[in-house]
């Protein structure tokens, strides 16, 4: 998107000029999901598709924000002193909320701001529209305070916004890699630890095409907590006789071994799920940089089928895009990437074959669904920054 667009818009709506713009990304990740509250890796990167804004300073403590992405709501407007989640589902909350914690952290914001804000992720499809909200506000404040405010301070104040200004319990794996991420490098996260290494995506004749469904889904209304609580229920079970902090401390024998501590048919299988989806992540970052791309797309393939079968987190529509992506030809792996009840899955896709795929999978899609998928190729982006 072009700078002097956002200026422009931002004109149009607010009537004074603009005096910086600002880009963050979303993110997918290509394996270890729901494995970031668990204590185990995740292998995400940050991606072309984000949010864009165009910022002014003001002289008073009022914020104003508006969002192209959703005019009917208007310009929405807050103080400093007023931030509170009025239980809407209104976008402002991402910002109240950060503002909100970055001042808990110590950092004294002392003027308000207007921003004109316009995304080109699709909406509630599980590209981390919410981080990347969280993220580029992060940014904006830290630059127009001139605070030093360390990225992965950031993220931290992102994930507290998430858990207890919006009310989901997600782990720190989204907002770690819109802020963290780099251009061509996928991020290898520890999630217990924060250590994490980037490792250099080289796909050759491949692309990742992410495929949305186009069904909404919103994370504080689906199961997302539930099975965060299952997890946890199962690893007090496990630890009435093993000393570990995590599911993720367990490789697949290990866990194999001591099931019998949980004794519950659906315990075991959510932890299975984050046990064996932690050892893939590490084989799957292994695979990438001895450029064995077959074996990253088995174990992209394996994942997905522990997301449906153990944690039961896909649904109709992921399945049905991720099966007809195993059938054509030129793919490597397909899953479904993010929170899952809808949203979005990604394949690895020869890029000769790119046309072909979009048509055949849209085809067998809209044919099973009734309505059509989108598809996007993924670039991958750097993280938060300001424009001009």
């Given at each position: 998107m072009k700078t002097a667009t956002l200026r422009h818009d931002f004109t149009e709506i607010f009537h004074t000029p603009a005096q910086h713009t600002y880009f963050a990304p979303g993110r997918i990740n290509l394996i270890g999901e729901y494995t970031d509250f668990n204590g185990g890796h995740v292998f995400p990167c940050a991606i072309s598709l984000g949010t864009y804004a165009a910022v002014a300073g003001r002289d008073d403590q009022t914020i104003r924000l508006y969002s192209a992405n959703f005019p009917d709501a208007g310009i929405l407007e807050f103080t400093l002193d007023d931030l509170v989640n009025e239980n809407t589902s209104d976008w402002d909350n991402y910002a109240k909320g950060m503002v909100k914690f970055i001042q808990a952290h110590g950092y004294t914001i002392k003027h308000g701001f207007d921003a004109y804000l316009q995304g080109d992720l699709p909406n509630a499809a599980g590209l981390s529209s919410s981080a990347s909200i969280e993220m580029l506000f992060g940014e904006i404040l830290n630059?127009?305070?001139?605070?030093?405010?360390?990225?992965?301070?950031r993220v931290k104040i992102g994930v507290e916004t998430e858990n207890k200004f919006i009310g989901v319990q997600s782990g720190i794996m989204d907002q770690f890699a819109v802020q963290m991420g780099q251009a061509e490098q996928?991020?290898?996260?520890?999630?217990n630890t924060l250590d994490y290494e980037l490792i250099p995506i080289k796909l050759g004749n491949y692309v990742i095409v992410i495929m949305n469904t186009n069904k909404r889904r919103a994370l504080t209304d689906s199961k997302y907590n539930e099975r965060r609580s299952q997890c946890e229920a199962a690893l007090a079970k496990l630890q009435t006789n093993l000393a570990i902090n995590s599911l993720g401390d367990l490789n697949n024998e290990q866990?194999?071994?001591?099931?019998?501590l949980i004794d519950d048919e659906t315990l075991i299988k959510r932890a299975r799920h984050a046990v064996s989806e932690n050892q893939r992540t590490l084989l799957a970052a292994a695979a990438l940089q001895d450029n064995d791309l077959e074996t990253f797309g088995k174990?992209?393939?394996?994942?997905?089928?522990?997301?449906?079968?153990?944690?039961?987190?896909?649904g109709k529509e992921l399945d049905t895009l991720v099966a007809s992506a195993w059938q054509q030809p030129g793919v490597l792996g397909a899953r479904m990437t993010g929170a899952g009840f809808g949203g979005c899955a990604i394949a690895i896709v020869a890029k000769d074959q790119l046309d072909d795929f979009e048509h055949n999978v849209g085809t067998a899609y809209r044919t099973a669904i009734g309505y059509d998928a989108d598809f996007y190729v993924a670039e991958i982006a750097d993280g938060p920054k300001r424009l001009d």
């Open positions: 630059d127009l305070n001139d605070f030093d405010i360390d990225p992965i301070e996928a991020v290898l996260l520890d999630t866990f194999d071994e001591n099931t019998y174990l992209v393939n394996a994942s997905h089928i522990s997301l449906k079968y153990d944690f039961e987190v896909s």
